[in-house]
């Protein structure tokens, strides 16, 4: 059966296909946007916090160095136990945050691999007969 005549519900539902269509390439490029944004994001997080934990250990392996100078004065009598007590804080907390700023690297080196799709497997196992 044709219909001369359908009071303009073909071209009301052109434009909705159009008005469907519209939103569905606002949505997926906004998505794009944002996913670009968030591997950005990710690869400066990862620069800074490289830098930052290349600093942190540097600064670890001289409060160590402090630490054993300290130790060694100790024993020659040159200082008190408290300088050995003051030096050993000070390169605990120095590698304190070396740690804490490795875990933020690994933690933003997860999300960027989400941010640019990736997923995660265990390596397979061979089985040893």
Excluded at 21 to 39: C, F, N
Excluded at 88 to 114: C, F, G, N, P, S
């Amino acid at each position: 059966m044709l219909t001369l005549f359908d009071g303009g519900r073909r071209h009301a539902k052109v434009m909705q296909a159009r008005a469907d269509w519209d939103a569905a390439t606002a949505d997926y490029r906004g998505r794009v946007l944002s996913a670009v944004q968030d591997v950005e994001d990710g690869l400066s997080r990862l620069h800074h916090l490289g830098d930052e934990a290349q600093s942190e250990t540097h600064a670890a392996e001289q409060a160590g160095n402090v630490e054993a100078l300290a130790m060694r004065r100790y024993e020659r009598g040159a200082v008190s136990y408290l300088d050995v007590v003051n030096a050993q804080t000070t390169a605990l907390r120095t590698r304190q945050k070396a740690i804490e700023v490795d875990t933020q690297r690994l933690t933003a080196a997860v999300r960027l691999l989400r941010a640019v799709g990736g997923g995660w497997q265990d390596a397979p196992t061979t089985k040893r007969g």
